[in-house]
Nanobody
Framework: QVQLVESGGGLVQAGGSLRLSCAASGRTFSMNAMGWGRQAPGKEREFVAAISWSAVTLYYADSVKGRFTISRDNAKNTVYLQMNSLKPEDTAVYYC?????????????????WGQGTQVTVSS
């Protein structure tokens, strides 16, 4: 079993920054991709970023490209999401995810474990 715990969410003004963290524990696997998804009220979950175990391969949704940066520290089993130039439309619950299966790097449906989420609210 894998546990993912997100932290770092909060309230920020438009144009501001936040850094989310996700700590993985339990039966964590090596060589796993990890990612971040978000869900705004009344909307489907959107997969916004992913990072391979080696951090060589990255993925960003068009909606966050150039503003968000995903990174990881494998020694700490932690993945980060640096969010800059935040907009009110970035307001959502942000979820961390871990993928066990080898395929589907950019497909949130292929990620096997999800955290409980952390709220990010961007005021205008």
């Amino acid at each position: 079993q894998v546990q993912l715990v997100e932290s770092g969410g909060g309230l920020v003004q438009a144009g501001g920054s936040l850094r989310l963290s996700c700590a993985a524990s339990g039966r964590t696997f090596s060589m796993n991709a990890m990612g971040w998804g978000r869900q705004a009220p009344g909307k489907e979950r959107e997969f916004v970023a992913a990072i391979s175990w080696s951090a060589v391969t990255l993925y960003y949704a068009d909606s966050v490209k150039g503003r968000f940066t995903i990174s990881r520290d494998n020694a700490k089993n932690t993945v980060y999401l640096q969010m800059n130039s935040l907009k009110p439309e970035d307001t959502a619950v942000y979820y961390c995810a871990l993928k066990v299966r080898p395929s589907g790097f950019t497909e949130q449906g292929k990620y096997d474990y999800w955290g409980q989420g952390t709220q990010v609210t961007v005021s205008s």
